[in-house]
C-alpha cells in the first residue's frame, strides 16, 4: 500500500489502531516502559524472594543461578527489590507527575481565558514557586515534615506546577487569541464551555509530550532525593534508594549498586525516545 508524503510525515497509517504508527525506536521505548509498568503493578507476585529475607552469606554476591542480579550489601536479592522497587519509583513518579500536569494545565487554561488580575496573580505566584531550586525545596520540605508517600507525591507535584502551568498557559493565549474563540464568546458561551471544547482539544498533544518530560524529572528528582536519604525509607526503597545502600559495592563492581542505576537509565532513556518518537500529528497537533 502507498502512503502519500503528508500520512508519512504525520505518522499515519491506514488500517492501524487510531491512524497513527510508531517507527522502531518509540515502539522500543513504549516497549520498555510498558513491561516496567507491569512489574510495578505484578511486583509483588513475581518477585523471587521476599525483599527483607537476607539468603545470601557473602554480602555484594555475584550474579548466579539462584541470584540473577546478585545480592546486596546484607545478602539480600537484587532482583527482588529492583522489581519491587519499580513499584515506588514509577508509582510515585506517575502520581506526581498526574497531579502536576493536571494542576498546571488547568490553571493555566483558565488564566488564560480569564486574564486580568486572575492571570497576574497566578502568574506571579508561580513563578516566585518556580525560582526556587527544585532539590533544595525539596530538600527543605521532606527534611521538615518527612519522607512518607504522600509527602513526597505532594511536594513532587507542587514543584513541577509552576512549569506545567506556564507551558500550557502559553498554549493557551495563542489558541484565546483566534477567531473561532470570539466567535464562540459572541455566541454567549461560558468560559468552562472555552476551556473544555475549545482550547483543551487543541493543546492536548504538546501537553501529553509534555507530561513524559515531566515524568523524567520527577523520576530523576526522587531517586537523587532517595540518594541522600530523604526518599523513599527503609524497609521499602526506590531505585535510587538501592543506588545509596549499595553504593560501598561500587569499588568491587558490584551488581547491586550497577542494576538500579540501568533500570533508571532505561526507564527515562525509553520516555525520551517515546517522546522524541512520537507521530508528528500528535506530538505538534495544534490549530492552523
Same mark, same amino acid.
Given at each position: 500500500?502507498?502512503?502519500?508524503?503528508?500520512? $508519512?510525515?504525520?505518522?499515519?497509517?491506514?488500517?492501524?489502531?487510531?491512524?497513527?504508527?510508531?517507527?522502531? &525506536?518509540?515502539?522500543?521505548?513504549? $516497549?520498555?516502559?510498558?513491561? =516496567?509498568?507491569?512489574?510495578?503493578?505484578?511486583?509483588? =507476585?513475581?518477585?523471587?524472594?521476599?525483599?527483607?529475607?537476607?539468603?545470601?552469606?557473602?554480602?555484594?554476591?555475584?550474579?548466579?543461578?539462584?541470584? =540473577?542480579?546478585?545480592?546486596?550489601?546484607?545478602?539480600?536479592?537484587?532482583?527482588?527489590?529492583?522489581?519491587?522497587?519499580?513499584?515506588? $519509583? %514509577?508509582?510515585?513518579?506517575?502520581?506526581? !507527575?498526574?497531579?502536576?500536569?493536571?494542576?498546571? &494545565?488547568?490553571?493555566?487554561?483558565?488564566?488564560?481565558?480569564?486574564?486580568? =488580575?486572575?492571570?497576574?496573580?497566578?502568574?506571579?505566584?508561580?513563578?516566585?514557586?518556580?525560582?526556587?531550586?527544585?532539590?533544595?525545596?525539596?530538600?527543605?520540605?521532606?527534611?521538615? !515534615?518527612?519522607?512518607?508517600?504522600?509527602?513526597?507525591?505532594?511536594?513532587?507535584?507542587?514543584?513541577?506546577?509552576?512549569?506545567?502551568?506556564?507551558?500550557? *498557559?502559553?498554549?493557551? &493565549?495563542?489558541?484565546?487569541?483566534?477567531?473561532?474563540? $470570539?466567535?464562540?464568546?459572541?455566541?454567549?458561551?461560558?468560559?468552562?464551555?472555552?476551556?473544555?471544547?475549545?482550547?483543551?482539544?487543541?493543546? &492536548?498533544?504538546?501537553?501529553?509530550?509534555?507530561?513524559?518530560?515531566?515524568?523524567?524529572?520527577? !523520576?530523576?528528582?526522587?531517586?537523587?532525593?532517595?540518594?541522600?536519604?530523604?526518599?523513599?525509607?527503609?524497609?521499602?526503597?526506590?531505585?535510587?534508594?538501592?543506588?545509596?545502600?549499595?553504593?560501598?559495592?561500587?569499588?568491587?563492581?558490584?551488581?547491586? %549498586?550497577?542494576?538500579?542505576?540501568?533500570?533508571?537509565?532505561?526507564?527515562?532513556?525509553?520516555?525520551?525516545?517515546?517522546?522524541?518518537?512520537?507521530?508528528?500529528?500528535?506530538?505538534? *497537533?495544534? %490549530?492552523?
Amino acid at each position: 500500500m502507498t502512503m502519500t508524503s503528508s500520512e $508519512t510525515t504525520s505518522g499515519r497509517l491506514s488500517g492501524t489502531p487510531f491512524g497513527y504508527r510508531f517507527n522502531i &525506536v518509540g515502539a522500543i521505548g513504549f $516497549t520498555v516502559i510498558f513491561l =516496567w509498568a507491569l512489574v510495578a503493578i505484578f511486583a509483588p =507476585w513475581v518477585i523471587p524472594y521476599p525483599v527483607g529475607e537476607i539468603i545470601d552469606l557473602d554480602y555484594f554476591g555475584p550474579m548466579s543461578r539462584e541470584l =540473577w542480579l546478585g545480592s546486596d550489601y546484607l545478602g539480600r536479592d537484587m532482583l527482588s527489590r529492583i522489581l519491587m522497587g519499580a513499584r515506588y $519509583t %514509577v508509582g510515585i513518579s506517575l502520581a506526581a !507527575v498526574t497531579i502536576a500536569c493536571f494542576s498546571g &494545565v488547568v490553571l493555566g487554561m483558565i488564566a488564560a481565558v480569564a486574564g486580568g =488580575w486572575l492571570d497576574t496573580i497566578l502568574s506571579r505566584f508561580l513563578d516566585a514557586l518556580n525560582s526556587i531550586p527544585s532539590k533544595l525545596f525539596g530538600l527543605v520540605v521532606v527534611a521538615a !515534615v518527612g519522607s512518607s508517600v504522600p509527602v513526597l507525591i505532594l511536594t513532587l507535584s507542587v514543584i513541577y506546577i509552576p512549569g506545567a502551568y506556564r507551558f500550557a *498557559r502559553a498554549l493557551a &493565549v495563542n489558541i484565546n487569541a483566534m477567531d473561532f474563540i $470570539t466567535v464562540a464568546r459572541i455566541r454567549g458561551e461560558s468560559t468552562l464551555y472555552l476551556i473544555r471544547s475549545e482550547i483543551l482539544p487543541n493543546i &492536548v498533544g504538546p501537553v501529553l509530550a509534555d507530561l513524559g518530560i515531566r515524568f523524567v524529572f520527577i !523520576v530523576l528528582l526522587l531517586s537523587g532525593l532517595s540518594f541522600l536519604g530523604l526518599g523513599v525509607q527503609p524497609p521499602y526503597a526506590d531505585w535510587g534508594a538501592l543506588v545509596r545502600e549499595n553504593i560501598g559495592g561500587l569499588p568491587f563492581g558490584a551488581p547491586a %549498586v550497577m542494576f538500579p542505576s540501568l533500570a533508571i537509565a532505561s526507564l527515562t532513556i525509553s520516555v525520551n525516545l517515546l517522546i522524541d518518537n512520537l507521530p508528528q500529528k500528535i506530538r505538534d *497537533r495544534s %490549530v492552523s
